[in-house]
């Protein structure tokens, strides 16, 4: 589908003549230029941007292209389509060129392909205080009116109440010690989002696709997804999965991806401009590498990640939560069980996340039916405590009172 029309789309839709103004002619295909030329004559005229009915008025209809994705989110994956057209188009040039070694034309060819990619990338990069002063306005009165989270889901009333969803460009973790859930976790946030229609990437750094699918269809039918591995599942069972697996066709898409500890940022991303997901999610994503980050520290890696990850989020105006490792070193009596320092052995976790949340068991007897959740960071305000019930038969991951430990529990030897 075209995103140079759904971003058009998107414009007439909320009056979005700011965002517009950022995207530079070159960032719309030849088929896209004419209803470009239009809505920018239009806007030169009038002031406004035109609506979908004068569209079609001038015979260049919307109508096929609609799109529910905020016209910002849509301007970032032109500009990256832009960015990857500009070296596309001059390949079949720079391989002629290699096959011949014809140093001279490589390395025009290189410049241009490098100069094509840095326009689409930084056409966009700067705003002026009244262009960005209407969009602010803009979403002060989309906010009177929108019913429901502006940003993706974090599955539990009391987070969502917290944050107001987690809005696009910001990255959050799920953060535990091995055994604490964080997948589970990661899965219900990830199903959350698409029972409120939003499309999803979910990308597991150490489940296969098997698995992943298993446990999907857990949570939406509550059947056991070790029942489902050996065949166990009873006739009524096999008939909610049938009538679940079916009705997948039915919503928006659930795009899996296993990264058998061989993706790097690169891949996770184009995969992500293809794909043009509303939430991503990444599990274990201390397992990914960034690109060209070899011999490096494990710190270091992660940070490149973490980095890589950020600036996608920002780009494409896309919400990523992931799951991430506590520190295998932190120990010793504390007066919180969970901390930000060094998550994963580096800093740039607790600087560049908007919300972090911790996981632990709760404390005895319920340390298997029960996981506490404490939000550890929350740019938007309050960092409350929750319980998470863990039943796997049937599959439920509801939100519980979080209550208060025993002063003798209250250190992190289950992080060791």
């Known amino acids: 589908m075209s995103a140079g ?7 007439a839709q909320r009056q979005s003549a700011a965002v517009f103004r950022r ?3 070159t960032h719309f295909t030849e088929q896209e230029l004419p209803f470009a030329d239009f809505a920018r004559a239009y806007l030169t005229s009038y002031t406004v941007f035109p609506n979908l009915e004068a569209f079609a008025q001038n015979r260049k209809s919307l109508d096929e292209f609609p799109s529910e994705q905020p016209p910002e989110a849509l301007l970032g994956r032109i500009a990256q389509r832009a960015a990857y057209n500009s070296v596309r188009d001059r390949m079949s040039a720079l391989t002629m060129s290699m096959q011949s070694r014809d140093i001279d034309s490589i390395q025009a060819l290189l410049r241009e392909m490098l100069a094509g990619v840095n326009h689409a990338q930084n056409a966009n990069a700067s705003v ?10 803009a979403n002060i009165e989309a906010a009177r009116t929108h019913v429901g989270l502006f940003g993706a889901s974090l599955c539990w009333p009391t987070f969502d109440a917290a944050t107001h969803g987690l809005g696009g460009g910001e990255l959050g973790f799920i953060v535990g010690r091995p055994g604490t859930g964080k997948s589970w976790t990661l899965l219900s946030v990830a199903h ?8 999803v990437l979910f990308v597991s750094m ?18 056991n997804p070790n029942d489902m591995r050996t065949g166990t599942t009873d006739w009524h069972e096999t008939e909610r999965l049938r009538a679940a697996a079916a009705d997948l066709g ?7 991806v296993s990264g058998d500890f061989s993706k790097d940022t690169d891949g996770i991303i184009s995969i992500i401009d293809d794909v043009g997901p509303e939430v991503v999610c990444i599990d274990a994503l201390y397992l990914l590498r960034s690109n060209g980050a070899e011999h490096v520290k494990k710190w270091e890696a992660l940070s490149d990640v973490v980095r890589d990850i950020k600036r996608m989020a920002l780009s494409r105006n896309i919400p990523v939560i992931s799951t991430v490792q506590f520190n295998r070193n932190q120990s010793g009596a504390s007066s919180k069980a969970m901390s930000l320092d060094n998550i994963g052995g580096t800093d740039s976790i607790p600087q560049d996340a908007s919300v972090v949340v911790g996981l632990r068991p709760a404390p005895p007897p319920h340390s298997h039916s029960k996981i506490i959740a404490e939000m550890l960071k929350n740019r938007e305000g309050d960092q409350p ?4 019930g863990r039943s796997f038969t049937p599959i439920r991951f509801d939100e519980l009172p979080a209550e208060e430990e025993e002063e003798d529990n209250n250190s992190n030897e289950w992080m060791v």
């Not at 959350?192 to 499309?199: I, P």
């Not at 039915?250 to 899996?256: E, T, V």
């Open 385 to 388: 405590v929750i319980g998470i």
């Open 23 to 25: 995207a530079p002619r």
């Open 5 to 11: 029309l759904l971003f058009l789309y998107a414009c």
């Open 206 to 223: 150490e489940m296969g696709l098997d698995q992943i699918v298993r446990r999907w269809l857990g949570l939406m039918t509550g059947v």
């Open 192 to 199: 959350a989002n698409h029972l409120l229609g939003k499309s």
């Open 250 to 256: 039915n919503h928006a898409p659930i795009h899996l």
């Open 128 to 137: 002026t205080m009244e262009q960005h002063a209407q969009t602010v306005l």
